[in-house]
């Protein structure tokens, strides 16, 4: 699991800064959610743990995050390594153009895995208790099944695993796409809005396997539905305007906050 941590983090687009001095231990193996108002550098900070900031082309950054003790703005920092190690799902799913199946198969494949490495990564698998399917089929077909399985989506498309993906609901393609990010293998999920989209049903079910996934990957969630919020964090990271206003365990956090902003906040005063 890798420890994810800021320090002084600061970050401007041109010379409007929005996050300020921003320093949080992200805890292991849990459901982190980030909440807050629209605007106040939810993606920001969440798209600075795996330099998806890098993508724009006037941002700075000041302070540093460290996983697992590396800093990520380490102009040495392997940008690849670190996407692979922290998964991002976006607002809305964007599933390749190609069949259910090899929207899977495709990280595997790019990242060029072996046929030992596939079955070490299904023993990988096993070893943390996933219900991993008999190998009567080819491993990649393991693989694929066990993802679509760790996604909660394996029962609705088995029977049409050769079709394009681009059929599936949208609620099934995002589910889809949090396949497609654990099939290479991440260390940490980070999830904006993941279910801004969704109709409720659908929603419930990403949030399902949320928390069924806790255990063994850290989770971190965008979100600014708070009843989202109150339903599956284990730890609350409440920014208001670009400011680290409260952070905490979820029961203590949602019960007695200690800030005034927090309190205003929860209650619906303030959004
Ligand atoms: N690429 C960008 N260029 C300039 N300003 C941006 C960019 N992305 C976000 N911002 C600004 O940064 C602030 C924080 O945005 P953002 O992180 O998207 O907030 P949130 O996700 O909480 O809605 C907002 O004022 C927004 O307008
Ligand atoms: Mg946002």
């Known amino acids: 699991m890798p420890h994810i941590s800021l320090n002084n983090l ?12 921003v320093s ?6 849990q459901i982190t959610v980030i909440i807050g108002p629209s605007g106040c550098g939810k993606t920001t900070l969440l798209k600075s743990l795996n330099r998806l900031l890098d993508l724009n082309d006037d941002v ?13 703005y380490d102009p040495k920092a392997d940008v690849l390594s670190l996407r692979k190690k922290l998964g991002f799902l976006s607002q809305r799913p964007y599933p390749l153009p190609m069949s259910i199946y090899d929207n899977i198969a495709f990280g595997p494949k790019v990242h060029r895995l072996t046929q030992e ?9 096993e070893g943390r208790s996933f219900q991993v399917p008999e190998r009567k089929n080819g491993a990649m077909d393991v693989l694929v099944e066990s993802y679509l399985r760790l996604a909660g989506l394996w029962d609705e498309v088995k029977d049409r695993l050769r079709t394009p993906a681009s059929r599936l609901s949208i609620g099934q393609q995002q589910r889809l796409a949090l396949a497609r990010a654990l099939a290479v ?28 996934l806790r255990n063994n990957y850290t989770i971190v969630v965008v979100t600014h539905i708070l009843r989202q919020a109150r339903r599956i964090a284990d730890y609350v990271i409440f920014l208001y305007l670009g400011e680290l206003v409260e952070h905490g365990p979820a029961e203590s956090f949602f019960k007695s906050p200690k800030d005034e902003r927090t309190r205003a906040y929860i209650s619906g005063e303030i959004s």
């Open 10 to 21: 600061s970050i401007s687009y041109g010379n409007h800064k929005v996050l300020h001095e």
């Open 24 to 29: 949080v231990d992200i805890p292991d193996s």
């Open 60 to 72: 700075s950054v000041k302070g540093n995050v460290l996983i697992d003790g590396v800093n990520t």
């Open 117 to 125: 490495q596939i079955v070490q990564q299904i023993r990988d698998l």
């Open 185 to 212: 293998e991440p260390e940490a999920i980070l999830a904006d809005e993941p279910t801004s989209a969704l109709d409720p049903l659908s929603a419930q079910l990403i949030e399902k396997q949320f928390k069924f």
